[in-house]
């Protein structure tokens, strides 16, 4: 009983030393915690005392009370890391020089994916949720890519601002806008974030919406309907008919009617080609050339289609199909 007793206990104190040596292990492997400025920013700022930097001043990422603000924890370096050898190669006093490169999260020239990382420690929410995956991140765009962390008021922020920041990129989407029919981008009532998040969602080409019926809805609710007569593209996507940054033909059309009309209803007969110098719209596509070289039927004059077909988003017309008000 005794030799027993004398064997638990060598079992046990075997099992302190080897969990104390463990202990010790990981102790000395672990890595030395980071050695962050000792005065903050006042030894950024001895050197990177450029207006551009300083700005950041003036930002909500300066507001020390603020517990979420990463000057409240280690000013600069909450952001760009911990770089106690940057601190130590300062030049000598009176001297000037150039970094190398910018430092996010303690390193030089930093992938883009770990300086969105240090981004969205802190940015995270609803309207970030779905950027993992999203178009912006698939494509490689830094979150530095569109904000200006250091001005006093990020201008893609501003509503005059941000769509220059969007072209940009979106050249194509920008040279739409200086056409005829716009949406009023340009006059600063519309900008892109009303319509996409550029940060991701469920949707398609980041829309605010599942649908782009709808993100239209929102701005044009007359057009929601319910009818008693609903024009199927219409209910499909409003795309099939308008073309959302510009156009060159009104109301942001694709086509100008009665052309864009004719391109679903190639069946729809026209007054008689004898009184009107209109063929049936269906049954010979001349139609746009008789259009074209002045023989003009009710189809093709003033609103064309929509010269009796008034409602053309749905009708409440007890005549239904006609779209008639």
């Known amino acids: 009983m005794k030799q027993k007793t004398n064997l638990i206990g060598l079992f046990l ?3 302190v030393l080897a969990f104390a040596g463990a202990s010790k292990a990981e102790e000395e492997s672990a890595p030395a915690p980071a050695a962050y400025a000792e005065k903050g920013e006042v030894t950024c700022m001895k050197c990177h005392d450029e207006n551009s930097v300083l700005a950041v001043l003036k930002t909500p990422h300066a507001v020390k009370g603020d517990p ?37 999260a303690g390193q030089f020239a930093s992938p883009i994916a770990k300086q969105n990382e240090t981004c969205l420690t802190c940015h995270t929410g609803d309207l970030r949720k779905a950027w993992d995956a999203s178009p912006h991140e698939s494509n490689q765009v830094a979150c530095v890519s569109c904000h200006s962390v250091h001005k006093s008021k990020d201008p893609v922020l501003v509503k005059a601002q941000q769509p220059e920041k969007c072209f940009t990129c979106h050249a194509q989407q920008r040279a739409e806008s200086f056409q005829f029919s716009h949406h009023p981008i340009r006059e600063g009532k519309v900008v892109c974030s009303d319509c996409h998040n550029p940060h991701g969602t469920r949707g398609v080409k980041n829309l605010t919406e599942l649908t782009v019926n709808q993100v239209c809805y929102n701005c044009h609710a007359e057009k929601r309907g319910p009818y008693l007569f609903d024009h199927e593209p219409v209910r499909e996507e409003c795309t099939n008919c308008h ?40 049954q010979d596509l001349t139609a746009r050339a008789l259009v074209n070289n002045g023989a ?12 009796c077909h008034v409602q053309i988003h749905g009708s409440n017309s007890p005549n239904g199909a006609a779209l008639i008000r």
């Not at 990463?70 to 030049?91: D, I, L, M, N």
């Not at 003009?296 to 010269?307: D, K, P, S, V």
């Open 13 to 15: 104190a075997l099992g």
């Open 296 to 307: 003009i039927a009710a189809h093709g004059a003033g609103r064309a289609c929509m010269n």
């Open 68 to 104: 979420h603000s990463p000057f409240a924890q280690h000013a600069c370096e909450s952001c760009h890391g911990a770089s106690p050898e940057h601190v130590k190669s300062r030049p000598p006093k009176g001297e000037r020089r150039d970094p190398p490169a910018v430092i996010f």
């Open 243 to 282: 073309t959302p940054h510009g156009s060159n033909e009104a109301r942001l059309l694709k086509e100008r009617p009665p052309f864009l009309c004719i391109s679903c209803h190639m069946n729809a007969g026209g007054p008689p080609a004898s009184s009107s110098g209109m063929v049936s719209l269906g």
